[in-house]
């Protein structure tokens, strides 16, 4: 009996394998049995000698005979004799068994499993065309609805049946129902869930990324290393473009020269953390993805030796080869994107969110300066953040990137002050001041500790920045805290206060806000709250005049905005860069389509410096005026109090970066000529230009000002 089951066991696993393996070796194994039991029966017809014949006085034919019987077993009552109605019996019972039984329960079994795999995910479609999302999260929904938008404006949804392909690790089902709650059924219908992994090539193949119109990687919530996964499956997807774009035959790269699809791809990636955000934004690490390796040139070598006896396809190959480099020499456009650095811009740079629901009226944020602020003014910006949370990071380093005014030029004293209030502000800023080390031996700073004042100390910066941070380490509802918030906004204090709560839990930010002194209900720009999901409770809260002040910010739902304003107003600037002269005294027009061609070629890094500038535009239109003067080329003085103003957003921006100044042995070197300024730069992170603006020579002054000068029409919607 053992050996019995020894002999049988191996056959058996290999039939259930097939038996629950996918379609076509189920019915692969169906005809196997079929045509097993049929050529058993006609041996065994053959060497009984049985006649089987249905039909009189017609030949014997001993297939016929088998396969009339196997397929119907109503034929027996036409056979006579008892050997042959018993052998009839056998292949009728064995037909009905195998064509009737087995046969529909397989079929039956193809559609259950096709069903079943359409709600699990799992099933793989020929996309063209399509907006790839991959990873599932509460800001899809909001990224779907601006999709559909620009895709009905486009015209392009009457002609396509799908638009949105999700690929996702979550339950199917889940993410479906979740999508049909907040989506109208003509989006719902036109989207497509798949079930895959981002850090799968195997999944992400089916996404057919390389005919689609843009990548969002958002990664799956709540995951421990959403960062190195997404790092992971962009140079995954890059890989894949890549071998896809490789070209077998002459006729393939002809093919891929014409398809209109090929080439770059829009990878838009969501970076949880802020700190690997910022190292995409201070290094060119991105490259690594982007570029041809020489092994990818592998198949034009093959090809061309393949046709060197052939002289007219050899000429065919090498004009080819010029327009295939210059398509697929970069394949992803890497766009990286972070929540909390988006919601700081929403808030402080653009001061609307918009929530794309038809119906919904927009939130409109009072901007930290209010009005503005001229060069004339006696108030300074006071931004103060309840929370060290990554939120409350983003907002003070959005403010210091922008919060740079005029008055400052006149009288130093007037900074723009970033204060925290944090039961653990010490430890918190302790962090902080080792990822921005740069910016905080530049900075004045304090620590305030209203638990231990023996514990407070103070740090005066070089007197190269414009902003000054205060840490104050205690709760927000204490009495010593409650007493700075109230000082804050007395009479004699000539700041302009913005409060943002931002705790990580909203009932806690929301219980904050309600219960702040009731001067800073009346004096404070606005109170600004930050809520995770909905911001219905503060909508309805502010209807009170009290709270008139409180705003919502931060909802996962609505957050990233795919046409971005700032990138139009970039390109501006990079243009003026590149392509104006400080010394050119006359108007030169802004080209936007050689713009946009220059922005191409731009790495992350320099991209980012330019969109930073951007960002601090409305702020300047404020300060200098929201129309351009009339005099603008001749006033020299207005330009040279707007170039300093620029000057020290600059500084700013590098000292974030983690630019620190160069000391004077390395001026040094660099005056000599011992050392190249771009090599200390790259090298040692220092930069020659991080100096005071009356101590930079008059060339590197002519960029601050060529650059203010065009401020107003780097602003205008249309090009010039």
Same mark, same amino acid.
């Given at each position: 009996?053992?050996?019995?089951?020894?002999?049988?066991?191996?056959?058996?696993?290999?039939?259930?394998?097939?038996?629950?393996?996918?379609?076509?070796?189920?019915?692969?194994?169906?005809?196997?049995?079929?045509?097993?039991?049929?050529?058993?029966?006609?041996?065994?017809?053959?060497?009984?000698?049985?006649?089987?014949?249905?039909?009189?006085?017609?030949?014997?034919?001993?297939?016929?005979?088998?396969?009339?019987?196997?397929?119907?077993?109503?034929?027996?009552? /036409?056979?006579?004799?008892?050997?042959?109605?018993?052998?009839?019996?056998?292949?009728?019972?064995?037909?009905?068994?195998?064509?009737?039984?087995?046969?529909?329960?397989?079929?039956?079994?193809?559609?259950?499993?096709?069903?079943?795999?359409?709600?699990?995910?799992?099933?793989?479609?020929?996309?063209?065309?399509?907006?790839?999302?991959?990873?599932?999260?509460?800001?899809?929904?909001?990224?779907?609805?601006?999709?559909?938008?620009?895709?009905?404006?486009?015209?392009?949804?009457?002609?396509?049946?799908?638009?949105?392909?999700?690929?996702?690790?979550?339950?199917?089902?889940?993410?479906?129902?979740?999508?049909?709650?907040?989506?109208?059924?003509?989006?719902?219908?036109?989207?497509?869930?798949?079930?895959?992994?981002?850090?799968?090539?195997?999944?992400?193949?089916?996404?057919?990324?390389?005919?689609?119109?843009?990548?969002?990687?958002?990664?799956?919530?709540?995951?421990?290393?959403?960062?190195?996964?997404?790092?992971?499956?962009?140079?995954?997807?890059?890989?894949?473009?890549?071998?896809?774009?490789?070209?077998?035959?002459?006729?393939?790269?002809?093919?891929?020269?014409?398809?209109?699809?090929?080439?770059?791809?829009?990878?838009?990636?969501?970076?949880?953390?802020?700190?690997?955000?910022?190292?995409?934004?201070?290094?060119?690490?991105?490259?690594?993805?982007?570029?041809?390796?020489?092994?990818?040139?592998?198949?034009?070598?093959?090809?061309?030796?393949?046709?060197?006896?052939?002289?007219?396809?050899?000429?065919?190959?090498?004009?080819?080869?010029?327009?295939? &480099?210059?398509?697929?020499?970069?394949?992803?456009?890497?766009?990286?994107?972070?929540?909390?650095?988006?919601?700081?811009?929403?808030?402080?740079?653009?001061?609307?969110?918009?929530?794309?629901?038809?119906?919904?009226?927009?939130?409109?944020?009072?901007?930290?300066?209010?009005?503005?602020?001229?060069?004339?003014?006696?108030?300074?910006?006071?931004?103060?953040?309840?929370?060290?949370?990554?939120?409350?990071?983003?907002?003070?380093?959005?403010?210091?990137?922008?919060?740079?005014?005029?008055?400052?030029?006149?009288?130093?004293?007037?900074?723009?002050?970033?204060?925290?209030?944090?039961?653990?502000?010490?430890?918190?800023?302790?962090?902080?001041?080792?990822?921005?080390?740069?910016?905080?031996?530049?900075?004045?700073?304090?620590?305030?500790?209203?638990?231990?004042?023996?514990?407070?100390?103070?740090?005066?910066?070089?007197?190269?920045?414009?902003?000054?941070?205060?840490?104050?380490?205690?709760?927000?509802?204490?009495?010593? /805290?409650?007493?700075?918030?109230?000082?804050?906004?007395?009479?004699?204090?000539?700041?302009?206060?913005?409060?943002?709560?931002?705790?990580?839990?909203?009932?806690?930010?929301?219980?904050?806000?309600?219960?702040?002194?009731?001067?800073?209900?009346?004096?404070?720009?606005?109170?600004?709250?930050?809520?995770?999901?909905?911001?219905?409770?503060?909508?309805?809260?502010?209807?009170?005049?009290?709270?008139?002040?409180?705003?919502?910010?931060?909802?996962? &739902?609505?957050?990233?905005?795919?046409?971005?304003?700032?990138?139009?107003?970039?390109?501006? /600037?990079?243009?003026?860069?590149?392509?104006?002269?400080?010394?050119?005294?006359?108007?030169?027009?802004?080209?936007?389509?050689?713009? &946009?061609?220059?922005?191409?070629?731009?790495?992350?890094?320099?991209?980012?410096?330019?969109?930073?500038?951007?960002?601090?535009?409305?702020?300047?239109?404020?300060?200098?005026?929201?129309?351009?003067?009339?005099?603008?080329?001749? &006033?020299?003085?207005?330009?040279?109090?707007?170039?300093?103003?620029?000057?020290?957003?600059?500084?700013?921006?590098?000292?974030?970066?983690?630019?620190?100044?160069?000391?004077?042995?390395?001026?040094?070197?660099?005056?000599?000529?011992?050392?190249?300024?771009?090599?200390?730069?790259?090298?040692?992170?220092?930069?020659?230009?991080?100096?005071?603006?009356?101590?930079?020579?008059?060339?590197?002054?002519?960029?601050?000002?060529?650059?203010?000068?065009?401020?107003?029409?780097?602003?205008?919607?249309?090009?010039?």
């Amino acid at each position: 009996m053992k050996r019995l089951k020894e002999l049988f066991r191996y056959p058996v696993i290999g039939i259930d394998r097939i038996l629950s393996s996918g379609i076509r070796w189920q019915l692969l194994f169906l005809v196997v049995v079929i045509a097993f039991f049929i050529l058993l029966f006609i041996v065994i017809e053959w060497v009984t000698g049985c006649t089987l014949t249905i039909k009189e006085n017609e030949p014997r034919n001993i297939l016929l005979d088998v396969y009339y019987h196997f397929a119907d077993p109503g034929n027996q009552y /036409v056979v006579e004799g008892t050997g042959n109605r018993v052998l009839t019996l056998f292949i009728s019972i064995t037909g009905s068994v195998l064509m009737g039984g087995l046969l529909i329960s397989i079929f039956s079994n193809i559609i259950d499993r096709r069903v079943e795999r359409a709600r699990e995910g799992q099933i793989s479609y020929k996309f063209k065309n399509h907006y790839v999302i991959i990873g599932f999260d509460k800001m899809a929904i909001g990224l779907i609805k601006q999709l559909y938008r620009m895709a009905q404006s486009d015209n392009r949804v009457k002609d396509i049946p799908y638009l949105f392909v999700i690929q996702t690790t979550s339950e199917v089902e889940t993410v479906r129902h979740e999508l049909l709650s907040k989506l109208d059924d003509e989006i719902d219908r036109r989207t497509i869930i798949l079930h895959g992994g981002r850090d799968s090539r195997e999944d992400l193949e089916t996404l057919h990324l390389s005919d689609c119109q843009e990548i969002f990687l958002l990664g799956e919530e709540g995951e421990t290393d959403h960062d190195s996964v997404n790092i992971e499956s962009v140079t995954l997807i890059n890989r894949i473009l890549r071998n896809h774009y490789t070209p077998k035959t002459l006729s393939g790269l002809k093919r891929l020269v014409s398809d209109e699809l090929a080439g770059c791809k829009r990878c838009h990636v969501l970076f949880e953390a802020q700190s690997t955000f910022a190292v995409f934004q201070r290094n060119n690490v991105e490259t690594v993805f982007k570029k041809r390796t020489d092994t990818d040139n592998l198949w034009y070598t093959t090809m061309r030796n393949s046709l060197k006896d052939n002289q007219s396809d050899l000429a065919q190959l090498e004009s080819l080869k010029t327009e295939y &480099d210059k398509r697929t020499e970069k394949l992803i456009d890497f766009l990286p994107f972070n929540f909390y650095e988006t919601w700081a811009e929403k808030v402080l740079v653009w001061g609307k969110y918009d929530p794309h629901n038809d119906g919904v009226a927009p939130i409109v944020y009072t901007p930290l300066d209010g009005e503005g602020i001229d060069y004339e003014s006696n108030r300074h910006v006071h931004l103060v953040i309840v929370g060290m949370t990554s939120m409350g990071v983003a907002l003070a380093m959005k403010a210091a990137h922008i919060a740079h005014y005029p008055n400052f030029v006149r009288d130093p004293k007037l900074k723009t002050r970033i204060t925290f209030i944090d039961l653990n502000a010490d430890t918190e800023f302790d962090m902080l001041r080792g990822r921005y080390s740069a910016l905080f031996e530049q900075c004045d700073y304090r620590v305030v500790d209203t638990l231990d004042d023996s514990r407070s100390y103070e740090h005066k910066g070089t007197g190269l920045s414009d902003i000054e941070f205060e840490f104050v380490k205690g709760a927000v509802e204490s009495r010593l /805290v409650q007493k700075l918030l109230e000082s804050w906004t007395s009479a004699e204090n000539r700041s302009l206060l913005t409060i943002a709560i931002c705790f990580e839990v909203p009932q806690k930010s929301i219980a904050t806000a309600l219960y702040m002194p009731q001067e800073v209900y009346k004096r404070a720009l606005s109170i600004l709250v930050r809520q995770n999901v909905s911001c219905s409770t503060i909508e309805l809260v502010r209807q009170a005049r009290q709270y008139n002040g409180l705003r919502a910010f931060g909802m996962l &739902d609505e957050c990233y905005d795919i046409d971005d304003n700032s990138l139009f107003q970039a390109k501006r /600037v990079n243009f003026i860069y590149n392509k104006i002269k400080p010394e050119k005294k006359e108007w030169v027009p802004l080209d936007d389509t050689q713009a &946009d061609e220059l922005w191409k070629s731009l790495t992350t890094v320099y991209r980012w410096s330019n969109i930073y500038n951007a960002h601090s535009i409305p702020t300047k239109l404020r300060s200098f005026g929201l129309e351009e003067p009339e005099n603008l080329l001749a &006033d020299k003085d207005l330009l040279e109090k707007m170039a300093q103003v620029e000057h020290n957003r600059w500084v700013m921006e590098r000292l974030i970066q983690g630019y620190r100044p160069t000391t004077p042995e390395e001026n040094q070197l660099i005056k000599s000529g011992k050392r190249n300024k771009k090599e200390i730069e790259n090298s040692c992170f220092a930069h020659i230009y991080l100096k005071p603006y009356a101590q930079l020579d008059e060339e590197i002054k002519d960029n601050d000002r060529m650059i203010m000068k065009y401020l107003w029409r780097i602003n205008k919607p249309l090009a010039e």
